[in-house]
C-alpha cells in the first residue's frame, strides 16, 4: 500500500477543510466538495455529514478514485471503506479534537452514520 509523505500528510491533516472529488462512473472528476479530514497515526480519514445519502461519498464508495486538496496539497486519492471498530473510535477521537469547537458540528460526525461512511485516503502513484 502507499503512504503519503509526511510532508504532504502533515500539510493535509492540519487543514481545516478539505476539497474532495471523486471520479463519476466516467471516469471524470466530479465538482469538489468541501469536507473535514482528519488523521490517525499516518491514514487520513473522512467521513460524510449525510451518511450515506452523501452525493460525493456515493460516489467515492462507487468509482473508489478521485482528487483532494487541502492545505496547499494535492492529490489523486483511492478511496478504501474502514469497517473496523478499532479505528473509526480513532477517527471518531481525532475528529471530536480537531473540530470540537464546532459542537453542533463534530457530534453528527461522529455518529453511527457517519461512522458507515468512513473511508481511508490513499495517495495514487
Avoid at 493535509?12 to 472529488?21: P, R, S, T, Y
Avoid at 466530479?30 to 467521513?47: E, K, M, N
Wanted: no cysteine; proline share 6%.
Amino acid at each position: 500500500m502507499t503512504t503519503w509523505r509526511p510532508a504532504t500528510l502533515h500539510q493535509i491533516a492540519d487543514a481545516d477543510e478539505l476539497h474532495i472529488a471523486p471520479r463519476n462512473a466516467s471516469g471524470l472528476l466530479r465538482r469538489p466538495t468541501t469536507i473535514w479530514v482528519v488523521a490517525d497515526g499516518d491514514d487520513l480519514y473522512v467521513r460524510s455529514w449525510r451518511g450515506t445519502e452523501g452525493t460525493w461519498w456515493n460516489a467515492a464508495r462507487t468509482t473508489r478514485t478521485g482528487h483532494i486538496s487541502a492545505g496547499g496539497a494535492e492529490a489523486d486519492v483511492l478511496f478504501a471503506p474502514v469497517d473496523d471498530p478499532a479505528v473509526n473510535d480513532r477517527v471518531d477521537a481525532a475528529y471530536r479534537t480537531k473540530y470540537g469547537r464546532y459542537s453542533g458540528y463534530v457530534e453528527p460526525m461522529v455518529s453511527e452514520a457517519a461512522r458507515a461512511t468512513t473511508l481511508r485516503l490513499t495517495p495514487q502513484t
